[in-house]
């Protein structure tokens, strides 16, 4: 009878020791996820981890429970906590995966409504006794025994096919990665291991039929929170994008891929490549991100493609562990950006060739008519004196749309209210008035910028009268600028045709001023847009600027 009494209480105690070791090691291991760096992955898995601690504790406090009414009671909590697990899961799975069920509006509602549903059925068992009897026994030692009814069953199968559904979804990425899966891989088939326990439980003496899912959780948790959390985390970025990313470590080693760098690159097909120099397999990648302008060439499927290489820190809130190579397909920006290229050079070179052939008879032509007017002061020699002016003007300013028009390399860092107030002492307008309002710093092509403003002054200058005032301020709702006047304004259905080459309402205009802002901002790939300003003059606003913040 000591013996027995000493078995029963040794298998008392391991229990104890395994729920309260799983209770205590889920919620130890929530603590420390904090490092991980995707919010909704560390809010489904911290979730995980509490409902599983609170679903072991449950089991601990209905082992100790002197009496058979609040063991049935720790029981029931035991099963509403271990059902809101199964939502915590899935949520988990759906975010580490990089979808976007977790935040679909219409499955939260479903499943908040099957949970209340079955929670209601597991509550009012008392009354129906269609979830589980129970009776209290004395084998292997004393406590009170569950035989769960057809409603637990289907419930049962509820649960594990919707844990299997999140079971799919993290083999499904694990398979389009290169890295070494088997830990984490591992960790995740020791949650559903439990399952044998239960199994045994159910059908045999050996075990008493009890849930034992949060010791798998448990192990889960150990394992990822103390052991494989850079690996956890590696599997998750690698896998997460549709474009070919390269994970490489702090020494420039590459250190994981998925499938699509694999297609990208044939040479990472052979897995020798993990572990080994970026620069010893994938020289030209190197190369490209020491250029100013990160791109390569790969041949695909008979054809030249361009990838651009875009660089991320990988720090998962501790020291540098390395960096995520993603590999952007540019290929019909870069073509469509080159042959801009050669339009912009064809057209300057021929802007600069009909300058140069126009330059000299007009200069020729101008000076015999100056030196015939100032003898004859003919009105006639007058005006043709004023056409050549204007001839002129017309060849700066097709010099000015060629050369402002072409694609921007380079840019610094600007100040919106002096780039603006150079701009303005270029303009000759001693009665005219100019208040900034604000200050913005972007980064722009200062020359190209300049030009901008000295237009737009000008323009306001010419349409506006000689006693215009001008305002420049930054935009309150966007990253942008404005420039504004109060003078006539434009009415609205010519501003579509206002940046329109050659338009242009004033007698003396060529039709080029504002032509050439619109080459500047789409060369900046900002937008322009066209309005009236509060004293119901003009208001242009720029925005997709590169703020500094």
Not at 105 to 127: E, S
Not at 197 to 211: A, S, V
Request: with cysteine.
């Amino acid at each position: 009878m000591v013996e027995l009494l000493s078995s029963a209480g040794i298998s008392f105690v391991a229990y104890l020791l395994v729920f309260g070791g799983a209770a205590v090691a889920c919620f130890v291991s929530a603590t420390r996820l904090t490092r991980i760096d995707d919010p909704d992955t560390r809010r489904g898995l911290v979730a995980l981890l509490l409902t599983s601690s609170g679903w072991a504790t449950a089991h601990v406090a209905f082992l100790l429970a002197p009496s058979a009414s609040l063991k049935h009671a720790f029981y029931l909590i035991g099963l509403v906590v271990g059902l809101s697990a199964v939502g915590a899961w899935l949520y988990f799975c759906s975010a580490y995966t990089n979808r976007s069920l977790h935040r679909q509006p219409i499955y939260r509602r479903v499943a908040v409504g099957v949970f209340l549903v079955i929670i209601a059925v597991k509550l009012t068992n008392p009354l129906h006794n269609l979830y589980f009897t129970a009776e209290f026994v004395t084998t292997p030692f004393p406590h009170l025994s569950v035989t769960h009814q057809l409603a637990h069953w289907l419930v049962m199968g509820f649960s594990y096919a919707l844990s299997l559904v999140g079971y799919f979804m993290l083999l499904e990425h694990f398979t389009q990665v290169q890295y070494k899966t088997t830990p984490v891989l591992g960790l995740v088939g020791i949650t559903g291991l439990p399952i044998v326990f239960d199994i045994i439980g159910f059908t045999t003496p050996y075990l008493i039929d009890i849930t034992y899912e949060p010791v798998g959780v448990a192990i889960f948790a150990v394992g990822v929170a103390f052991v494989y959390l850079d690996t956890f985390q590696a599997i998750q970025l690698a896998g997460g994008h549709d474009e070919p990313v390269i994970l490489v470590s702090a020494d420039d080693r590459i250190r994981d891929y998925n499938d699509r760098a694999t297609d990208l690159f044939p040479v990472l097909a052979d897995k020798s490549a993990l572990g080994e120099p970026l620069w010893s397999i994938l020289p030209t990648v190197t190369e490209a991100l020491d250029r100013d302008r990160s791109i390569i060439e790969r041949d695909r499927d008979g054809e030249t493609r361009h990838y651009r290489v875009s660089e991320n820190p990988f720090t998962a809130r501790q020291a540098d562990l390395g960096r995520l190579l993603v590999f952007a397909d540019i290929t019909d920006r870069e073509r469509y950006r080159r042959e801009l290229e050669r339009q912009n050079e064809r057209l300057e070179q021929f802007a600069s060739m009909i300058s140069h052939d126009l330059r000299n008879p007009l200069n020729v032509a101008m000076a015999r008519v100056e030196m015939a007017n100032d003898e004859y002061d003919d009105e006639n020699l007058a005006t043709a004196e004023n056409a050549l002016d204007r001839m002129a003007r017309l060849i700066e300013d097709v010099l000015e749309l060629a050369r402002h028009g072409q694609p921007i390399d380079d840019t610094e860092l600007v100040s919106l209210s002096t780039i603006a107030r150079q701009c303005w002492e270029m303009v000759d307008a001693p009665d005219a008035e100019i208040i900034l309002e604000d200050d913005l710093s972007f980064t722009a092509d200062e020359a190209r910028l300049q030009q901008l403003f000295e237009n737009l002054f000008r323009n306001a200058v010419d349409h506006g009268g000689s006693d215009v005032t001008i305002r420049v301020g930054a935009l309150d709702e966007s990253a942008g600028f404005y420039v504004e006047d109060d003078g006539v304004g434009i009415p609205a259905e010519e501003r579509d045709d206002v940046f329109e080459t050659g338009y242009s309402t004033a007698q003396e205009g060529t039709g080029f001023g504002l032509a050439i802002v619109k080459e500047i901002v789409d060369a900046h790939e900002w937008e322009i847009t066209l309005t009236d300003s509060d004293s119901e003059g003009t208001r242009v606003e720029i925005t997709g600027v590169n703020r500094a913040d």
